[in-house]
């Protein structure tokens, strides 16, 4: 019974010895993730009507890009990326799409500042 008496002189719950069970036979376990409390999901419309202003905002800051940004063939590729490949593909994978032609999007700005 010695074993099962912590240092306060109390006797420790089943909790306990059961942590301190897998500690002992596990010591490099991690504790599980704790889950995020459940959120109402959106509707599709919702979700369409978002993704469909995130390509239009990406399509106008694609077109106030100057001259020497249009020449260059990162301009055509994210052109191509919000029409024609978003389009094709289902509304799970346009997040994805849409992530891709705002990273492109952006080095073509940093490229414009630079030249």
């Known amino acids: 019974m010695r074993g099962n008496i912590n240092h306060d002189g109390g006797i420790l719950d089943f909790a306990a010895k059961s942590a301190l069970i897998t500690l002992i036979a596990m010591p490099d376990r991690r504790p599980p993730p704790r889950k ?59 997040v994805a799409v849409l992530q891709s032609a705002a990273w492109l999007i952006d080095i073509l700005e940093k490229l414009a500042s630079s030249l």
């Open 36 to 94: 995020p409390a459940p959120q109402k999901r959106q509707s599709f419309r919702q979700r369409y009507d978002e993704l469909e202003n995130r390509r239009a905002e990406l399509s106008v800051r694609l077109q106030s890009l100057g001259d020497p940004s249009r020449k260059h063939p990162g301009y055509k590729r994210a052109l191509t990326l919000i029409n024609e490949i978003y389009r094709r593909e289902k509304l799970p994978q346009r």
